[in-house]
């Protein structure tokens, strides 16, 4: 089946812009993860969901990021007054449970440019 | 503070040689531990996992180590290949929680 699908690919905004990033996770998959990752940096945690319960957000930077899930697939991670600091991949993976045994599968990410 | 970092950010090796690639933690709380690889324009892609009960794990090619005494687990790759060009993170998650932190990336040139 299909993996984890991110859209859109590419995102250019000029600040001050809101923005909101999709994530498709694989079907009937129960977590799922939202990271931001610099150029040439590791991903960094943002937050997590267990189906649509929101356990833990404490990577948001600030609170012109939230992020929902609200019927425990499909999730969008929005930014609000986007600033250039806000430049980066954001990631979206998802895995079948809650353990720590379950692989979490990513998405290819969203590139997002603030000009 | 909190930290997964790697010793060298570029490991270049001859084609057919064995690679190891290395990692230190900080947080003696992290108690499972990921190697992931990520092609270019691509998300990170699950390597190999090591709970840290454990001292070795075994896959196919792969080999991941961990020494929970000075903080530190690598990740070895034997008879490296044209496709294991890729960057290489290790990532560790805290005990009780779902989050996890990852390093910096080690880039892997596969030279032919």
């Known amino acids: 089946g299909a993996g984890v699908s991110q859209s859109p690919r590419y995102k250019v905004a000029k600040r001050g812009q809101d923005v909101a990033l999709r994530c498709d996770p694989i079907?009937?998959?129960?977590?799922l993860f939202w990271y931001q990752q610099a150029l040439g940096q590791g991903p960094e945690f943002l937050t997590y969901f267990q189906n649509e319960a929101q356990l833990d957000k404490s990577g948001l930077p600030s609170d012109r990021f939230f992020a929902e899930r609200p019927e425990g697939s499909v999730s969008t991670l929005k930014i609000q007054r986007t600033q250039q600091e806000d430049s980066a991949v954001y990631l979206c993976?998802?895995?079948?449970?809650?353990?720590?045994?379950?692989?979490?599968?990513f998405g290819p990410g969203t590139r997002l440019t603030v000009t | 503070g909190e930290s997964v970092g790697l010793h060298l950010p570029t490991l270049s090796v001859q084609e057919g040689d064995n690679s190891i690639i290395n990692c230190a933690y900080s947080n003696s709380a992290s108690d499972y531990f990921i190697w992931y690889k990520q092609e270019s324009g691509k998300g990170p892609q699950f390597i190999i996992d090591?709970?840290?009960?454990?001292d070795k794990r075994q896959g196919q090619r792969v080999t991941v180590l961990l020494n929970k005494t000075v903080k530190h687990l690598s990740l070895q790759i034997a008879a490296t290949q044209p496709g294991d060009s890729a960057v290489y993170f290790c990532a560790g998650r805290h005990s009780g929680t779902y989050k996890y932190i990852f390093g910096t990336g080690t880039r892997l040139k596969v030279l032919a």
């Open positions: 090591i709970r840290s009960n454990m």
């Open positions: 079907s009937g998959h129960v977590s």
């Open positions: 993976a998802s895995s079948l449970g809650t353990g720590r045994s379950y692989e979490q599968y």
